[in-house]
């Protein structure tokens, strides 16, 4: 089950893959969060998997896996927490063809942390489809779910909004979405929208992306097909937990399902 214990106050190993050290990438996001007296989400990030979690000591060092990592930094630049993605995006639909696991390595740990703005849960994008995962989550406290991601075209204009719209409503959560938009290569491209849900599903900011600019971003250029919008962008909103304990009182979800459980297992 998920908890903040083993993640307060932790560092996150940060090793080398093909000979590159991905230290300076989180180096330098806890010197952002400290200068601007932030605190931040950082994620996906490639960190190497430590000798002690490798299948075989013997692996050769160009064919051991990484993990998909989301950190959070508080605003004196030190790392509160760290999630290693879980469900890793193995697909094969018209349009998107893309095996993660060749590179990446599962993670085996929800995790839920403390910050100024509520408990926050650590996931990673395609984690989004798996609503059981954040089940767990909330009933660990969660009242922020955070998604970072980096969706597909194809898959971003028929699920994005949609999963991630489920995720508020089921959790009665606040649901941040930061997302990649724009051309990556020759044969990637990220449908972006940056959002923020709600714990009623409303949506109350959306930098927008491939299919339009949603309710905050700005079109960049109609001939620019890298990138549709303006990157980067800033989008904001209020966590108001008070709204937040309001809805759950009003319409006790969590209670019920457990109410459900209890009643499914005593009919076993």
């Known amino acids: 089950m998920p908890g903040d214990d083993m993640n307060t106050n932790v560092d996150v190993k940060i090793g080398e893959a093909d000979g590159q050290s991905f230290t300076s990438i989180i180096e330098e996001l806890r010197f952002i969060a400290c200068e601007a007296k932030l605190w931040i989400s950082g994620g996906g990030v490639h960190t190497a998997v430590p000798q002690s979690d490798l299948v075989a000591s013997t692996t050769p060092p160009n064919e051991r896996k990484i993990y998909n990592t989301h950190v959070i930094i508080d605003s004196d630049g030190q790392i509160k927490a760290y999630y290693h993605k879980i469900h890793l995006f193995d697909v094969s639909v018209p349009g998107v063809n893309l ?3 060749k590179t990446t390595a599962p993670g085996k740990q929800l995790v839920v942390c403390d910050s100024p703005v509520g408990k926050l849960a650590l996931t ?3 984690d989004m489809r798996f609503s059981e995962m954040y089940v767990d989550l909330v009933q660990s406290g969660a009242e922020v779910l955070l998604m970072p991601s980096a969706f597909t075209v194809p ?4 699920h994005w909004h949609a999963l991630l719209r489920a995720r508020a409503i089921e959790g009665q959560c606040y649901v941040l979405a930061a997302a990649q938009v724009g ?3 020759e044969k990637r491209q990220s449908y972006g929208h940056s959002v923020v849900y709600d714990p009623w599903g409303q949506l109350v900011a959306d930098a927008g992306g491939y299919d339009g600019k949603g309710l905050s971003g700005v079109i960049e250029s109609q001939q620019d097909e890298s990138s549709p919008v303006r990157v980067p962008s800033i989008i904001m909103s209020e966590i108001d937990l008070d709204k937040l304990a309001s809805i759950r009182e009003r319409m006790p979800i969590q209670q019920h ?3 459900y459980i209890h009643s499914r297992e005593g009919n076993k």
């Open 99 to 101: 095996r993660e696991s």
């Open 124 to 126: 990673i994008c395609y």
């Open 155 to 158: 898959t971003g204009k028929a």
């Open 183 to 185: 051309q990556h290569s």
């Open 257 to 259: 399902r457990n109410n």
